[in-house]
Protein backbone atom coordinates (compact mmCIF):
# COMPACT_ATOMS: atom_id res chain seq x y z
CA UNK A 1 0.00 0.00 0.00
CA UNK A 2 1.15 3.23 -0.64
CA UNK A 3 -0.62 6.32 0.89
CA UNK A 4 0.28 10.14 -0.01
CA UNK A 5 -0.91 13.05 2.44
CA UNK A 6 -2.11 16.15 0.89
CA UNK A 7 -4.03 19.34 2.41
CA UNK A 8 -1.50 20.71 4.62
CA UNK A 9 -0.58 24.33 4.83
CA UNK A 10 0.30 27.46 6.52
CA UNK A 11 -2.89 28.76 9.02
CA UNK A 12 -3.98 30.76 11.61
CA UNK A 13 -4.94 29.86 14.92
CA UNK A 14 -8.49 29.67 15.23
CA UNK A 15 -9.09 28.40 10.82
CA UNK A 16 -9.58 24.50 10.13
CA UNK A 17 -7.54 22.27 7.11
CA UNK A 18 -8.68 19.08 5.75
CA UNK A 19 -5.69 16.76 5.26
CA UNK A 20 -6.01 13.86 3.04
CA UNK A 21 -4.75 10.49 2.64
CA UNK A 22 -5.03 8.70 -1.29
CA UNK A 23 -3.65 5.08 -0.60
CA UNK A 24 -2.85 3.29 -4.10
CA UNK A 25 -1.67 -0.50 -4.58
CA UNK A 26 -4.66 -2.00 -3.26
CA UNK A 27 -7.80 -1.55 -1.60
CA UNK A 28 -7.44 -0.18 2.31
CA UNK A 29 -11.19 -1.02 3.23
CA UNK A 30 -9.93 -3.68 5.25
CA UNK A 31 -7.71 -2.06 7.06
CA UNK A 32 -7.05 0.28 10.36
CA UNK A 33 -6.17 3.74 9.06
CA UNK A 34 -4.87 6.63 11.16
CA UNK A 35 -3.36 9.82 11.43
CA UNK A 36 -0.34 10.58 13.58
CA UNK A 37 1.96 13.48 14.18
CA UNK A 38 5.64 14.47 14.65
CA UNK A 39 6.41 18.49 16.14
CA UNK A 40 9.62 19.39 15.63
CA UNK A 41 11.74 18.13 18.41
CA UNK A 42 9.11 15.45 19.69
CA UNK A 43 8.16 11.72 18.68
CA UNK A 44 5.92 11.11 16.67
CA UNK A 45 2.49 11.21 18.39
CA UNK A 46 -0.90 8.91 17.65
CA UNK A 47 -3.67 12.02 16.61
CA UNK A 48 -6.16 9.52 15.78
CA UNK A 49 -7.72 6.64 13.79
CA UNK A 50 -11.31 4.55 12.13
CA UNK A 51 -11.69 1.36 12.19
CA UNK A 52 -12.14 -0.46 8.83
CA UNK A 53 -15.51 -0.12 8.36
CA UNK A 54 -15.59 3.47 9.73
CA UNK A 55 -18.01 2.97 12.54
CA UNK A 56 -15.56 3.52 15.39
CA UNK A 57 -12.86 6.25 15.39
CA UNK A 58 -10.74 7.09 18.76
CA UNK A 59 -8.62 10.43 19.30
CA UNK A 60 -5.91 11.49 21.49
CA UNK A 61 -7.10 14.19 24.01
CA UNK A 62 -5.28 16.75 22.36
CA UNK A 63 -7.90 16.67 19.54
CA UNK A 64 -11.11 15.10 20.66
CA UNK A 65 -13.61 17.76 19.97
CA UNK A 66 -11.77 19.41 17.62
CA UNK A 67 -10.39 16.98 14.96
CA UNK A 68 -12.78 14.28 12.65
CA UNK A 69 -11.35 10.99 11.25
CA UNK A 70 -13.41 9.60 8.29
CA UNK A 71 -12.76 7.49 5.60
CA UNK A 72 -14.44 7.16 2.04
CA UNK A 73 -13.60 3.14 1.01
CA UNK A 74 -14.80 3.87 -2.64
CA UNK A 75 -12.05 6.00 -2.58
CA UNK A 76 -9.49 4.56 -1.25
CA UNK A 77 -9.13 7.87 1.11
CA UNK A 78 -8.98 8.79 4.62
CA UNK A 79 -9.28 12.36 5.74
CA UNK A 80 -8.75 14.32 9.14
CA UNK A 81 -10.86 17.66 9.41
CA UNK A 82 -9.16 19.63 11.87
CA UNK A 83 -10.99 23.13 13.53
CA UNK A 84 -10.01 25.25 16.00
CA UNK A 85 -5.94 24.83 15.00
CA UNK A 86 -3.60 26.48 17.56
CA UNK A 87 -0.19 26.45 17.40
CA UNK A 88 0.75 23.16 19.57
CA UNK A 89 -1.32 21.58 16.29
CA UNK A 90 2.05 22.42 14.42
CA UNK A 91 3.44 19.46 12.81
CA UNK A 92 4.05 16.98 10.22
CA UNK A 93 0.77 14.81 9.93
CA UNK A 94 1.54 10.95 8.82
CA UNK A 95 -1.07 8.79 7.37
CA UNK A 96 -0.76 4.93 8.56
CA UNK A 97 -2.39 2.26 7.46
CA UNK A 98 -2.34 -1.49 9.88
CA UNK A 99 -3.98 -4.98 9.23
CA UNK A 100 -2.69 -7.64 11.35
CA UNK A 101 0.88 -6.88 11.04
CA UNK A 102 1.07 -5.01 8.05
CA UNK A 103 1.95 -1.62 8.80
CA UNK A 104 2.44 1.24 6.53
CA UNK A 105 3.01 4.64 6.17
CA UNK A 106 2.81 7.97 3.91
CA UNK A 107 5.28 10.50 3.63
CA UNK A 108 4.04 13.64 6.43
CA UNK A 109 2.14 17.21 4.95
CA UNK A 110 3.32 19.89 6.70
CA UNK A 111 0.50 22.03 9.06
CA UNK A 112 1.88 25.33 10.15
CA UNK A 113 -0.39 27.39 12.86
CA UNK A 114 0.59 30.61 13.14
CA UNK A 115 -0.41 32.79 16.81
Known amino acids: VQLQASGGGLVQAGDSLRLSCAASGRTISTYAMAWFRQAPGKEREFVAKINWGGSRTDYSDSVKGRFTISRDNAKNAVYLQMNSLNSEDTAVYYC?????????WGQGTLVTVSS
Open 96 to 104: NARLITLNY
